[in-house]
C-alpha cells in the first residue's frame, strides 16, 4: 500500500461522515495527522475536520505558521490539477483561476500540489487575457 499524500489524506479526512452517536474521534485523529503534516494550519485544518478551530488547537498542538488561503471544497480541483501536471505537464489555465477564484491561494495550490509557484502564477496571468 503507497502512503498517502497531504492532499489525499485531507480529502479523506473532509469526506469522512461524524459517526452517528456523536462520537468525533476519527475527526480528531485526522486533526492530529493533518496537523503533523506540517502543511495546514490549525485553521484549514478545522475547515477540513469539521471541528471547532479552538479544539484543533487544543488536538494538534501547533505554534508554527503553516498553511494559507484555503477552501476544503477545492481539494479535489487541487488533486485533479496536480495529477495532470504529473502526467501530462500542462493543465487547464481557467481550471487553476476557477480554484483561485473559489478561495484557494496560488502558494497553497503549490504547496499541496508540487506545481512551481511560478508556473500557477503564470498560468493565472494567462487566464486572466
Given at each position: 500500500?503507497?502512503?498517502?499524500?497531504?492532499?489525499?489524506?485531507?480529502?479523506?479526512?473532509?469526506?469522512?461522515?461524524?459517526?452517528?452517536?456523536?462520537?468525533?474521534?476519527?475527526?480528531?485523529?485526522?486533526?492530529?495527522?493533518?496537523?503533523?503534516?506540517?502543511?495546514?494550519?490549525?485553521?484549514?485544518?478545522?475547515?477540513?475536520?469539521?471541528?471547532?478551530?479552538?479544539?484543533?488547537?487544543?488536538?494538534?498542538?501547533?505554534?508554527?505558521?503553516?498553511?494559507?488561503?484555503?477552501?476544503?471544497?477545492?481539494?479535489?480541483?487541487?488533486?485533479?490539477?496536480?495529477?495532470?501536471?504529473?502526467?501530462?505537464g500542462l493543465v487547464s489555465h481557467s481550471a487553476v483561476a476557477s480554484i483561485?477564484?473559489?478561495?484557494?491561494?496560488?502558494?497553497?495550490?503549490?504547496?499541496?500540489?508540487?506545481?512551481?509557484?511560478?508556473?500557477?502564477?503564470?498560468?493565472?496571468?494567462?487566464?486572466?487575457?
Open positions: 500500500m503507497t502512503a498517502l499524500t497531504p492532499l489525499e489524506q485531507a480529502i479523506e479526512a473532509w469526506k469522512r461522515v461524524p459517526d452517528a452517536n456523536g462520537d468525533k474521534q476519527a475527526q480528531f485523529d485526522d486533526a492530529v495527522s493533518l496537523g503533523e503534516l506540517g502543511i495546514f494550519s490549525n485553521h484549514n485544518i478545522a475547515k477540513i475536520t469539521k471541528l471547532n478551530p479552538a479544539t484543533v488547537a487544543g488536538l494538534t498542538q501547533k505554534t508554527d505558521k503553516t498553511g494559507g488561503r484555503f477552501t476544503p471544497e477545492s481539494m479535489e480541483a487541487i488533486a485533479t490539477l496536480g495529477l495532470r501536471w504529473k502526467q501530462q483561485v477564484d473559489a478561495g484557494t491561494s496560488p502558494n497553497m495550490i503549490a504547496l499541496l500540489t508540487g506545481i512551481p509557484r511560478t508556473t500557477i502564477y503564470r498560468w493565472l496571468k494567462k487566464a486572466s487575457k
